[in-house]
Every structure is written in C-alpha cells, then in structure tokens.
C-alpha cells in the first residue's frame, strides 16, 4: 500500500464479518450494529488508511448488498476515525409502513452503540431530522427517540448543527415534524446550537427564540409557524420577552408565492424571537414580494453588514416569474459592506421583459454603492437556457450602460468584478453538454462582454465564469 511497514501496525483494528448488516453515510451514521466480537485475526493498518477505508464504506451507503455481503465492523477506531464517522448523525422516516420494525430496529442498535462505546456523542456535531409527508410514526418509535434523546444528553452530547426538513424537497406543503422530533430537539439540542436549517419542514417559532447560542439560520420554503400560523405577537404565550438568538448569518430562499415571507416579516420585527442588530452576512432569493423585508433586514443591522448575496427566485421554482427581479435597494448606509452579490437577467423574465426593464433597478442600487469604500467583491449572476445566450446580449444599450457604471465604481479602487453565467440543463440538452460546449460558452461569453463593455472588461481585475449543470461547475 506504499506505507513502512513498521506503521501498518499502528492505529485501529479492524476485523471482516460476513453478513453483518451496516449502513453508513459519509460523516453520517444512520445505523450501525454492535456485537461481541468473536476472536478472529486481527490487521492494524495505518490510521489514513483507516481513514479512507471508513470514506470507501461511506461511498456504497446505497448498495445495500455489497455493505451486507462483507461488512467492515471497527473493533476500535483510531479517535481520528471516530469523530470522521461520527460527526454527524441523521434520522429520517420510510413512507413505506413496511418498514416500521426496520426503523426501530436502527434505533435500537444506535442506543446498543451508546452503550458500547459511551464516548461517541462527544464526537456528534450535526444532527439532521427529516421527515416524509404523509409518514405515520409508532409509539414504539416514539419512546425509542425519548430514550435516545435522554442517552444523547447524559453522555454529554453537545451538537453544534441542527438540520431539520423533508428529504422530498416538496415546495408544495411544509412537513409538520412529529412531537417526539420536537421534544428530542428541545431537550437535547437548543442548549448548544449554533447552525439550524430548516429545509420544507414547519417548526414552532419558539425553537429558534430559545437557542440562544444560535448563530447561524437558514430557512427554505416556510420552515416557521407560529401559535396563529401567519402572525408572531409579544403577547403570544409561547413568546418570551426576553432578547432573542443574536444571529450573524441569515439565509432563506423560496418560490415567490410561499409564506415564508408573510411569518419571517413578522419574526425579523421581533427582537425577543430574532436579533438581527449584528448580522454580518444575508443570502437569500429576491423577488418582488420580499423586496420589502430584506430593505427592513438590511435596514436592522446595517451598521455590522458586511455580505450581501441576492440571487433570483426563480432559481427555486419552476415557473416564470411576471415582474423584474433587481430591486431597488439601497446601500448607502451600509458602511462595512464588503461583498455584493446580484442577479441579472433570466431565463423565465426574458421572453417576457427585455433586458432594460428586467434589470432597471440595477442603477440605482450601483449608484449607492459610490457611497462606500469597503466594498471588495461585487458578482453578477445570470441562470439562463442554451438558447438564451444570444438574446442576453441582443440589446447592446444595457451592457453599455452596465461597463460604463461598473469603470466608474471601480475606478482607483481594489475591486473585484465576477461575472457568472448559470446554464440551466432542465432547461436545455444536458446529453449535449461536453469541454467543447462549455468552451464555446465561455468564449461567447467573454467575446460579448468585451465588445459591449471594452473599458471594464480590460480591467485587470474581472472574472468570468461559465457553469454547467447537471455536470457541475468547470
């Protein structure tokens, strides 16, 4: 294997049982089964070898089969390795009732590894929960998780993430987590979270006014609910008045007819529920129905912002959208802004506005940007079909005027400019895509920039970005 040998009998042990059934993910366990061993030889190997050893096993999470014909069970671990497989720990539902004893069975064997090896919560620093719509849970399962929470906690477990959400990624309906998620998150969780995401699943607003370590929300499509479901009052009694979470970073992305907006104006209003005095860093999709609340955002914490990434919300649903999607924001009073993130024209909005009235509120918002000197990074963004790369550049009057603002706001300082174009394959011929399409791209890309925008496309300091999908980025 290339290593000395005097160090293949360093680190872990490890020993190969067949037919013991093991089903792991990459830094995520979901089940893992403990026994007595039996006495059988035993390799010590190398600890990276370890290492990459439990990342193979990760990679095959979905063949059940090969996981099942020849399992690997650790004897123990280099502590490396421990906290490498045990950082993180995902709980989620079968919609299939079928499979109710296989789920409880998986509880039963993570507390038989509590028991084993009491040391492995201290390792645990993200728990995800998801939940299918529709899954009905037993109450076995309902004590287990009681159990389970109660072991967690007593054993010192600390999580710093909490992930919660339907692993469906349904826009359509928020997915009520089961009480036992609830409680198991109340008990265990709230005293040291710092991160929680919330993807498609409604929680009470309480959660997040109660984690007061939290520092770090990201909320997809819904994700809150109130005691009266579209309003958050002081007088509610779930609401205590005391200073809620002083987050530092917000994230929330919807489709534009979703009600995140409608809950999460009235949390961000709310200091008891939400700080956001000291946010440093908001990402989320801009439409026209949240133009609104993220001016109040911004307006809420603007003596400490210091990142602003707004892309379209159109990149989250799948239809097209009947307004423009670059508001007129103002960041004049942004003193620390450091990065700026905005989308340009897209591929929904094309057929239906041109260029100059899809992006008319762009202007404005270069024009308060004149007002600061701390911005570093300044991307544009653009999501758009095969075939709507001509068009984009059809009216040459928009780029004009965008390389003459962009020249004069970049002129004397060390500013970067990006410019990064998304080619969507759902909207396209993904079979189609090989280097030379996306060589092509890139050259028409650069080649009109460079025609309509001379001055700001010789600026030693701007970048140019083609992205594929679904290959990924190149």
């Not at 007595?36 to 990679?59: C, G, N, Y």
């Not at 009694?237 to 999460?264: A, M």
């Given at each position: ?8 009998f360093?680190g ?12 792991l ?9 403990f026994?007595k061993m039996?006495q ?17 096993i ?9 996981l ?7 004897r ?5 390795s ?60 309902n004590?287990?998780?009681?159990q ?21 990624g349904?826009?359509?309906i928020?997915h ?31 959660i ?22 579209s309003?958050?009052?002081?007088t ?8 809620g979470?002083?987050i ?13 907006n ?32 993220l ?36 960041f004049?009073n942004?003193p ?9 024209v897209e591929?929904?909005i ?11 509120g ?17 991307n ?7 075939g ?87």
């Amino acid at each position: 294997m290339g290593f000395p040998r005097a160090q293949l009998f360093e680190g872990a042990q490890i020993t190969v049982r067949p037919w013991l059934s093991l089903s792991l993910g990459h830094n995520t366990i979901d089940t893992f089964c403990f026994s007595k061993m039996t006495q059988s030889p035993i390799l010590r190997l190398f600890p990276e070898l370890i290492d990459r050893i439990v990342d193979h096993i990760a990679d095959f999470i979905n063949s059940e089969q090969s996981l099942t014909a020849c399992a690997l069970v650790c004897r123990a671990f280099h502590p490396r390795s421990q906290a490498r497989l045990f950082s993180s720990i995902a709980f989620w539902s079968d919609c299939n009732p079928r499979y109710r004893n296989r789920r409880i069975k998986r509880l039963e064997d993570f507390l038989s590894i509590l028991d084993s090896a009491p040391h492995i919560p201290l390792f645990v620093h993200s728990i995800s929960l998801q939940v299918y719509v529709g899954h009905q849970y037993s109450t076995a399962e309902n004590l287990l998780f009681s159990q389970l929470a109660s072991r967690l906690k007593e054993l010192g477990c600390r999580p710093r993430e909490l992930r919660l959400g339907s692993p469906l990624g349904s826009y359509a309906i928020a997915h009520q987590l089961p009480n036992f998620y609830i409680n198991l998150i109340q008990t265990l969780i709230i005293p040291s979270v710092t991160s929680l995401n919330i993807a498609h699943a409604s929680i009470p607003v309480t959660i997040i006014s109660s984690c007061s370590h939290l520092r770090s929300l990201t909320v997809v499509d819904r994700g809150i609910t109130t005691t009266k479901n579209s309003r958050v009052e002081s007088t509610d009694p779930d609401i205590t008045h005391s200073p809620g979470p002083k987050i530092e970073s917000l994230e929330y992305y919807q489709p534009e007819w979703s009600s995140t907006n409608r809950v999460l104006s009235a949390v961000v209003g709310n200091p008891a529920i939400l700080n956001l005095s000291h946010l440093r860093t908001l990402r989320t999709s801009v439409a026209s129905r949240n133009a609104a609340l993220l001016m109040k955002i911004i307006g809420l914490c603007a003596n400490h912002l210091e990142e602003v990434h707004l892309v379209p919300s159109s990149r989250y649903s799948s239809y097209a959208l009947p307004v423009p999607e670059v508001h007129q924001f103002d960041f004049s009073n942004v003193p620390r802004l450091r990065a700026l993130s905005l989308p340009l024209v897209e591929a929904y909005i094309k057929s239906l506005h041109p260029s100059s009235e899809t992006n008319e509120g762009i202007w404005p918002v270069l024009k308060s940007l004149h007002a600061t000197n701390t911005l570093e990074t300044l991307n544009f963004s653009s999501f758009l079909a095969m075939g709507d790369i001509e068009d984009v550049f059809s009216e040459d009057q928009f780029w004009i005027q965008l390389g003459t603002e962009l020249t004069t706001l970049a002129s004397g300082k060390h500013m970067l400019i990006g410019f990064h174009l998304h080619i969507l394959s759902w909207l396209s011929y993904p079979d189609q895509y090989d280097d030379k399409v996306l060589h092509s791209c890139r050259h028409l890309f650069k080649e009109r920039i460079g025609r309509l925008m001379p001055e700001c496309a010789a600026m030693p300091n701007i970048t140019f970005n083609v992205f594929l999908y679904p290959r990924g980025e190149e």
